[in-house]
């Protein structure tokens, strides 16, 4: 079976690993188009490309300069690829699509972030027939993975990951064998992109709600506050201990583990910070090198 695989980020790219892994015929890539990157700025190849051309793989940028005729295609696999795929495309050939959300939950951009930032206990990946409506094809395969209280983005995503390889592994030893099940669509919801202002931490509302806000973020692109004027990063949330009757956003401890923060029902941990144009660095570090002090507040 003659395998086309889209897919541009890390996330996808190990997905396209696992199929190499297995021996599978993949017969091209398709990608987004090189982006600017680091202090230079040089045009640099999506994980999904780099991976491509290390395995002598045809890539291309768009669907339309695939030779479909002469590749021979089976089926296309799509992960975290980011760009729609047009109806004629879907009428020609099966599209399935990896997704790290169980749908009907969370479709869209940022499945990971949204599920963490809302609190969920558990996620997990769904193998979809591709649609015209988003992320709303019949479900081929789907299987859940708990979110740990403290877990953050990279850590579920990496969870994710081990998940979607296996499962897709499976799926393409037979994936035409599958039943396809239709979402219902009264438990949809939706997972946008992430804009800004969603990285802003509110320590004035509950510790629950500020914890999970910054494990979503953490470690990219960073959940973020101001200090003093400046706008900071936090990362490494550990622990959350009982009231404080401070304003919430106060700093009223820092030692080894972090600094711990007041919210509107608790104390939040936070062992990271990163000030603009300098490393992250411990809460202690920061104090030792007078970048924050006791009783600095956190502020929107």
Do not use: W
């Amino acid at each position: 079976m003659r395998i086309l695989f889209l897919g541009t980020p890390h996330f996808a790219a190990k997905h396209l690993e696992a199929l190499l892994k297995e021996g599978m015929d993949v017969a091209a890539v398709v990608t987004q188009a090189d982006k600017p990157f680091g202090r230079g700025l040089r045009p640099t190849p999506s994980p999904v490309k780099a991976l491509a051309q290390q395995a002598r793989i045809p890539v291309y940028e768009r669907l339309k300069q695939v030779p479909f005729d002469v590749l021979s295609v089976d089926i296309c696999i799509v992960v975290a690829y980011g760009k729609i795929i047009p109806k004629k495309y879907l009428d020609m050939l099966p599209f399935y699509n990896v997704h790290p959300s169980l749908l009907p939950k969370y479709r869209g951009a940022a499945p990971i972030q949204r599920a963490i930032e809302n609190g969920e206990k558990s996620t997990g990946v769904t193998i979809f027939k591709l649609t015209e409506q988003l992320d709303a094809g019949p479900i081929a395969m789907q299987e859940s993975v708990r979110i740990e209280e403290f877990e953050t983005f990279d850590e579920v995503e990496a969870k994710l990951v081990n998940l979607g390889c296996r499962m897709l592994v499976e799926f393409l030893k037979d994936p035409f064998s599958h039943d396809l099940v239709p979402q219902d669509e009264s438990q949809a919801s939706y997972a946008p992109k992430i804009e800004e202002k969603d990285l802003l931490i509110d320590f004035a509302q509950p510790a629950e709600r500020v914890k999970d806000k910054i494990r979503a973020y953490d470690s990219k692109p960073g959940a973020r506050t101001f200090l003093n004027g400046q706008c900071v990063k936090l990362f490494g949330v550990r622990a959350i201990e009982p009231c404080s009757t401070d304003v919430p956003g106060t700093v009223i401890r820092i030692n080894r583990d972090g600094a711990f923060v007041t919210t509107s029902t608790g104390l939040v941990l936070i062992s990271h910070v990163q000030f603009p144009g300098k490393r992250r660095m411990t809460f202690l570090e920061a104090f030792n090198g007078r970048l924050i002090r006791i009783n600095d507040r956190f502020h929107v």
